[in-house]
């Protein structure tokens, strides 16, 4: 079985990473492709809500809680280690094309690097960096794209990791 490619997009607070990705999802599944996605945060949130039953085991003391509904599934993991999280990204993910990560440079992924309009590139000089997306045309990088140029992003994703493309 083909594993998934994982791209990371990474960039300053509101370069349009979330756009971007919103913008990739749509155009990539036109083809065909199948795509995950993994929004990385440095802050703690509490992504359950107060006094439900699922927070309340959470609260006892339970370490992982998964809720499970007829159409959807949320996993709480207390304090994953990297391992743990790797290994449960790679089991959710395993029947996907593309997964793509929101944030978190701190993994071996290749990168896609958001940029505001006046701003400087900050990871051209990473070697995972693959792309640069902005309106900034003043940065010098021979895969830069604009925020404009999502189905030519997508298309050049598919075609530089061989993606399942179904149409198009």
């Keep these: 079985m083909k594993k998934p490619v994982h791209i990371n997009i990474v960039g300053e607070k509101n370069s349009g ?5 919103q913008s990739l999802i749509r155009e990539l599944k036109t083809f065909g492709v199948s795509v995950g996605t993994v929004k990385h945060t440095s802050h703690d949130h509490e992504f359950d809500i107060k006094g439900t039953d699922s927070w309340k085991h959470r609260q006892a003391g339970s370490q992982t809680t998964v809720i499970v509904s007829p159409s959807k599934m949320v996993c709480h993991i207390n304090e994953p280690s990297k391992e743990g999280i790797n290994n449960m990204i790679e089991t959710v993910f395993q029947d996907y094309d593309l997964i793509l990560w929101e944030g978190n440079r701190n993994t071996e992924n290749d990168i896609i690097e958001c ?4 701003s400087e590139a900050l990871f051209v000089n990473d070697d995972r960096v693959i792309a640069v997306v902005s309106e900034n045309k003043d940065i010098e990088y021979s895969n830069l794209f604009s925020f ?3 189905k ?3 298309r050049w994703l598919i075609d530089k990791y061989g993606l399942n493309k179904h149409k198009g």
């Design 152 to 154: 030519t992003l997508a």
């Design 115 to 118: 940029v505001k309009n006046l």
């Design 17 to 21: 990473k979330t756009t971007l990705i």
């Design 148 to 150: 404009d140029e999502n």
